[in-house]
């Protein structure tokens, strides 16, 4: 009996090792997407198009509660796109977000959220 709950307790470390934070992980993964989503529609209502789905990617946290990511792109005109987003208290209910988009270098939105349903309360 023995052996089999040590077998059993280094698999479960084994597995629990591999698998990595799942909340953080949904994080991650929403944020990125909602950022690509979100900067194309923003940048449609203030007159960019962008030229094809941008290139977003999850940049390292100093704690797991934030999520950063950076998306890069071009407008249909070839201008470079930049978005920052960041998402502060992740693995909570209602995250707290900021959006940094920049046209050519230029700063051309700063929210809390991006896309059509948002709210910005500012």
Do not use: W
């Not at 997407?33 to 960019?48: F, H, P, V």
């Not at 941008?54 to 470079?80: F, I, K, Y």
């Amino acid at each position: 009996m023995k052996p089999l709950v040590l077998v059993l307790i280094a698999l479960l470390a084994l597995f629990a090792g591999s698998c990595g934070d799942p909340v953080r992980k949904v994080s991650e993964s929403s944020l990125l997407n909602a950022t690509a989503k979100g900067t194309a529609d923003e940048l449609r209502g203030i007159g960019y198009a962008v030229r094809s789905r941008m290139n977003c990617r999850t940049l390292s946290a100093d704690t797991l509660s934030v999520v950063r990511v950076r998306c890069v792109g071009r407008t249909v005109r070839g201008e470079p796109v930049r978005v920052d987003a960041v998402a502060y208290e992740a693995g909570s209910a209602h995250p707290r977000q900021d959006y940094v988009i920049t046209v050519s270098g230029r700063e051309v939105v700063r929210r809390p959220c991006l896309g059509q349903g948002c709210l910005d309360p500012e």
